[in-house]
């Protein structure tokens, strides 16, 4: 079993920067892959990006390459999502995700988080 928790979130202007945080507890929870998903108002989750559970791989959806970037530090049992230029369509709930498939965790990931919001104005 593992709980995500979240934070970070927040209202920022268009092309600032913010970052988002993930704590992840359960006996096993750093030999998990994570990601960040998002969910914008009247539209469906969509993946963000992953990272494996060593910290040497990731994978972004195309909407933030170049812009976001995820890291993770196994010590903390922590995950990060640093988002930079960012844009009004950034705007969504993030929610951190886990799962032990390098696969499923960008695409149906077992463990979700409650989400923090992220607002950018223009």
């Known amino acids: 079993q593992v709980q995500l928790m979240e934070s970070g979130g927040g209202l920022v202007q268009a092309g600032g920067s913010l970052s988002v945080s993930c704590t992840a507890s359960?006996?096993?929870?750093?030999?998990?892959?994570m990601g960040w998903f998002r969910q914008a108002l009247g539209k469906e989750r969509e993946f963000v990006a992953a990272i494996n559970w060593s910290g040497t791989l990731a994978n972004y959806a195309d909407s933030v390459k170049g812009r976001f970037a995820i890291s993770r530090d196994n010590a903390r049992s922590e995950v990060y999502l640093q988002m930079n230029s960012l844009k009004p369509e950034d705007t969504a709930v993030y929610y951190c995700?886990?799962?032990?498939?390098?696969?499923?965790?960008?695409?149906?990931?077992?463990?979700w988080g409650q989400g923090t919001q992220v607002t950018v104005s223009s």
């Open positions: 995700v886990a799962d032990r498939g390098w696969n499923a965790v960008s695409t149906t990931p077992y463990y």
């Open positions: 359960g006996r096993t929870s750093t030999t998990y892959h």
